[in-house]
C-alpha cells in the first residue's frame, strides 16, 4: 500500500455538469478534517509513500496549513508525488508558494476550455485569464510538473473550438493533459436541465481524434486512453490504478483496494464525519472479477495488456480463452498485437465500451 487517495468534497458551487461527490457546504470543513484525520490513522500502517494525491472538489479550498497537517499524517520523502487538484478562480503565486513549501509537487488544474462564454453555460467560476495566470504563477512559485484537465462534447463547443483550446494549452507548456468527454448524470443539473447544443457522438469522436493527433505532434505520449503527458511527466497515482495496484482511498465517497478487496466510504457528509472509520460497502473479489479488472484497466493503457502476466497470475490462455474476440477486432484493427499482448488503437478506443464489454461477459 504504497498510494494513497483522499476526497476534499468542499466547493464553492457545484457545476453543471458535475456529478462527483462535492458539497457546497465549507462550514462543514473544521469538523471533516477532523474525521479525515480520525480515519487516516485508523488505517494507515506507516508505509513509505510513492504517491499521495488530493482531489476533490475543491482541494483548492484547503489552506497550505491543513494540507501540511494532512500530509504529516503520512511517511512521505522528496521522491514522493504530491499532486493537488485546484481551480483556477482563487489561485495566487504566494498561495502556490506555500504549497510547494509543505511537500506538494504536482499542480493539477481544472481548465475544461478556454471558451469564457462555455465556462458560464456550464458553471464554471473561472475565465480562460485565470487559468493563464494560474499556470504563470504555478511556474515562478517553482512547480515543473503542471496539468491542465479539459472536456470535450461541451454545449456550443465546436471542433475548431477544442483545437483551439489544445493549442492554447500547449502554449503554456505544460507537461501534462487530461481529455474528458462530457458525461452527464441523472444527478446532476445538467441531468435536470438538459443543455442545448451539444455536438453530436461523431463530433466527439472527431475532437478525441484530434486531440491525439494535436498532442503528440507536439511532443506529448498518449500513455492512457484519458491522458498524455510530456516524458516522464506520466501522473504515477493514476498509473498505480490502471496497474491494477492496491492503495488507500480516505474521505467522504472515497474508494480503496486492499488485499483483493475494494472498499467505499459513505457519499454521505454528515454520516462520515459521524463515523469516518466505517466503510460503507466492501466487497472481496473473486478470481473471475479480478482477472475482469486486470483487463479492463489495462486496456486503458496505451501499451495495453501483457498477456503473459495475466497467463501467469490467473492460470490461464488468454488468447485461447479470448479467442474469438481477437478474432473479432484485430482483424479491424481495433485491437493491435503487442510484444507483450495486445492493446487498443487509436479508432478502437473510440468502441472501447463495446470491446471490453466482449471480454467482461466472457466467462
Not at 484547503?62 to 499532486?83: R, V
Not at 512547480?143 to 483550446?165: A, C, H
Not at 490504478?241 to 474521505?251: A, I, L, R, T
Not at 490467473?314 to 498485437?337: A, E
Amino acid at each position: 500500500m504504497e498510494n494513497v487517495y483522499i476526497h476534499i468534497p468542499f466547493c464553492k458551487s457545484k457545476c453543471k455538469y458535475c456529478s462527483f461527490v462535492s458539497y457546497p457546504r465549507l462550514e462543514m470543513k473544521e469538523q471533516y478534517l477532523n474525521a479525515l484525520e480520525k480515519e487516516i490513522k485508523n488505517s494507515y500502517k506507516d508505509e513509505a509513500l510513492k504517491t499521495l494525491y488530493f482531489g476533490g472538489g475543491t482541494p483548492s479550498l484547503l489552506s497550505p496549513y491543513e494540507f501540511q497537517k494532512l500530509i504529516k499524517l503520512f511517511n512521505t520523502d522528496n521522491k514522493t508525488e504530491i499532486t493537488a487538484e485546484l481551480n483556477p478562480e482563487t489561485i495566487t503565486q504566494n498561495y502556490l508558494s506555500e504549497l510547494k513549501s509543505v511537500g506538494i509537487n504536482r499542480l493539477s488544474f481544472g481548465c475544461q476550455t478556454f471558451d469564457d462564454n462555455i465556462l458560464k453555460i456550464i458553471g464554471r467560476r473561472h475565465g480562460s485569464k485565470d487559468v493563464e495566470n494560474a499556470v504563470k504563477s504555478a511556474k515562478n512559485a517553482g512547480f515543473e510538473n503542471i496539468s491542465l484537465d479539459f472536456i470535450y462534447g461541451l454545449p456550443e463547443q465546436t471542433r475548431n473550438m477544442f483545437k483551439e483550446d489544445l493549442q492554447r494549452a500547449v502554449s503554456l507548456d505544460i507537461k501534462h493533459i487530461s481529455l474528458y468527454g462530457l458525461k452527464i448524470d441523472d444527478d446532476c443539473f445538467f441531468g435536470k436541465n438538459p443543455p442545448k447544443n451539444l455536438p453530436d457522438e461523431d463530433t466527439q469522436a472527431d475532437m478525441y481524434l484530434d486531440a491525439i493527433k494535436i498532442l503528440k505532434e507536439n511532443g506529448f505520449e498518449h500513455y492512457e486512453i484519458s491522458n498524455f503527458s510530456k516524458k516522464g511527466f506520466a501522473s504515477r497515482h493514476n498509473l498505480n490504478y490502471w496497474d491494477n495496484n492496491s492503495y488507500y482511498g480516505f474521505g467522504v465517497g472515497a474508494h480503496g483496494y486492499e488485499n483483493g478487496t475494494r472498499y467505499f466510504n459513505t457519499s454521505d457528509l454528515s454520516e462520515y464525519i459521524q463515523n469516518p472509520t466505517h466503510h460503507k460497502h466492501s466487497q472481496l473479489l473473486t478470481e473471475q472479477e479480478k482477472l475482469e479488472e486486470e483487463i479492463f484497466l489495462g486496456f486503458r493503457k496505451m501499451s495495453g495488456i501483457d498477456v503473459h502476466k495475466i497467463n501467469k497470475n490467473f492460470g490461464i490462455n488468454f488468447d485461447k480463452k479470448y479467442q474469438n474476440i481477437l478474432d473479432k477486432y484485430v482483424p479491424l484493427k481495433f485491437l493491435l498485437k503487442t510484444e507483450k499482448g495486445y492493446k487498443l488503437s487509436d479508432k478502437g478506443i473510440l468502441v472501447s465500451n463495446v470491446i471490453l464489454s466482449e471480454f467482461l461477459s466472457e466467462v
